[in-house]
């Protein structure tokens, strides 16, 4: 594992406390996932990679929908969460994003890479990996970090960091009881579209959602912001 590479030791210590959060929360549940889930649309018989797929839930909902689903995970304690989750029959895989992917070329329609590539500084070799192992015509569906919305959050901190520079910060998570220190890297957008094209992606969509209806009632008092202002960035990009 490299220095840029997922937290995994971090996300080992908030494991069973982070599924716990992530199946019900306002961001993952009524927000991320929902928006991943329209943008795939129908996966029946699909070929899927979910490329850092944590505790599973989103492979869970795929593999419902009739996708064969293939999981992989840097953080060995977010997998057996997903094994407990998803039967010792799925397939998954522990395998770190910053590493060659285990595959060979052209193994999946499409790899969905959920909130993991703001964990990489450079993501020239991961999107390169991706673009591997996707037949030609297949599709990449990520999300990540919005880089406007998290230069504005680090406003409010100290002085606010420069938009167009790659830079790093460190949060403290406390989940279930556990505390643990994770890395992210934020990029202005037009590097990261750089960075689609240059593996070898066409851009089919950039999507800045809303959390589905039904979160209005369930979390009253963070809707609006949510809704009014994006907290992630969508890109749905294709291989040539």
Known sequence: MTQDAPPADGYDSLAEGYTAENDNSLMNAYYERPAALALAGDVAGRRILDAGCGSG?????????????????????????????????????????????????????DVIASLVLHYLRDWGPTLAEMRRVLRTGGRLIASVNHPMAMNLLHRQSGPRPDYFETYDWTEEWTMGGRTAQLRFWNQPLHRMTDAFTAAGFRIDVVSEPHPVPAAREKFPDDFHLLDTFPTFLFFVVQAE
């Open 57 to 109: 839930p989103l492979f869970a909902e795929l593999r419902a929908r009739g996708a064969t689903v293939t999981g992989i995970e840097a953080s060995a304690g977010m997998l057996e969460q997903a094994r407990q989750r998803l039967g010792a029959d799925a397939d998954l895989r522990v395998a770190d994003l910053a590493d060659p992917l285990p595959f060979p070329d052209d193994s999946f329609d």
